[in-house]
């Protein structure tokens, strides 16, 4: 039975991996991934031979493992975040069907749901949603859709693919979506290259939000009805109840 | 300046815990948590302080680490899971207000939606919500609304605390809940002792969800209408197109 490692990397720097998948890519021959997450491990496993895929050849890039799998090595395929949160996990069971020699297993990771809010304080200490504004294998009324009723539902959300050069106003369209049941002045906050060179922070309300830009490398966490700004961090209590 | 650590321990297993987390700890004189976290990790950390509280004692646990950093300890304040998701961390912002002196700083970790993902396929690929199925500190109407509306929209679920000795059939109304909008046959599974001794997981339909006893050491997850049972792994697709 071959076997191949699927690894959340986590937000991009070293110390966020888990030490799972430290000993995973230890343990490899192959590491394979999109460019930009290869070269955010390169240098700590030095020896390894790295294969990548640009973005939207995933397909390819699952093929690509399968079949260094069959050579007989053992291989790790690399996703930032968690491979299980919009990551390639899914799609290696869905090629994997066609290669029952070989079985997986997920080394789960931090997504930036989880390190962005580290960065902002606590705005996901209760319910909350994830949901992606890529609209490339969604339609866009599914997304408005789910804008429209997790923000009735007063859940905090955090969005990913928040923006792209074809989708400069998505960020907004969400935001004027979410106003209709969310107040203008919930608290909400950005993250930027969490995890990498840069990383920074802004907290604003809703409705500053609607007016931001955002680029593609940027977590948007919006409050629920109770999320404060505390001093400058974004915090969210446990309930409703004051216990 | 004081500073304090809060971090997420992971799922249990030392291996989850990532390499930021076990740096803290090393750096830290003492570690407070809930007495079962501080349990998980205690072997670990040789030589270590080790303070704990009981469930529900989660204030005093707070002022105990901002008590403890005021004498110039280094402390760490663990958390399963992640720190930032029904956690520690939103608290020790609310009771840091009245310790201006003392810094926190959160640690991410791989929360249970995460690594139960992980045991069981890849159910979260897609959009998804977590609800706690707790009533403690949230009005169970607020609850049935998000249940409610996330299932309207299509979210995978993640029910955390689906279960206590008090609330032995909440699981089940969470089910009728959700079968106003999902199909009985959505794919569903859980995940119990995630991490720890004894893990294990079950795929099973809604309508057999709806059925099934589970503890609170269970992660209960509920796909969206694309999710499959690939194999015995629960799979969502990355979106609704066939790209």
């Not at 070269?39 to 973005?55: A, I, S």
């Not at 909400?188 to 922070?201: L, Y």
Request: proline residues 4%; glycine residues 10%; hydrophobic residues 40%.
């Amino acid at each position: 039975m071959n076997k191949i490692y699927v690894i959340g990397i986590g937000p991009g720097n070293y110390e966020q991996m888990t030490m799972a998948a430290v000993q995973a890519l230890e343990e490899s021959d192959t590491i394979i991934g999109y460019t930009v997450y290869v070269d955010l491990v390169k240098d700590r496993f030095p020896g390894k031979e790295f294969l990548t895929t640009p973005m939207t050849k995933e397909v390819d890039r699952c093929v690509m493992a399968f079949e260094e799998a069959a050579k007989g090595k053992t291989v790790s395929m690399i996703c930032s975040g968690d491979a299980g949160v919009y990551g390639m996990a899914g799609l290696m069971y869905e090629v994997g069907a066609g290669y029952p020699d070989t079985e997986l297993q997920i080394i789960a990771g931090v997504t930036a749901a989880n390190a962005g809010a580290a960065v902002l304080g606590a705005p996901l200490i209760h319910d909350f949603c994830l949901i992606s504004l890529s609209d490339l294998l969604t339609p866009w009324e599914k997304i408005e859709k789910r804008l429209r009723l997790a923000s009735e539902a007063d859940f905090s959300i955090v969005l990913y693919n928040p923006s792209s050069k074809k989708r400069a106003d998505y960020l907004q369209k969400a935001c004027d979506l979410m106003l209709e049941s969310k107040s203008p002045e919930t608290v909400c906050g950005i993250v930027f290259n969490i995890g990498r060179e840069g990383e920074g922070s802004r907290i604003m309300t809703l409705a500053e939000l609607r007016d931001t830009k955002v680029d593609m490398f940027t977590t948007v966490f919006i409050g629920n009805s109770q999320t404060r700004n505390l001093k400058g961090k974004m915090v969210t209590p446990r309930g409703y109840r004051n216990v």
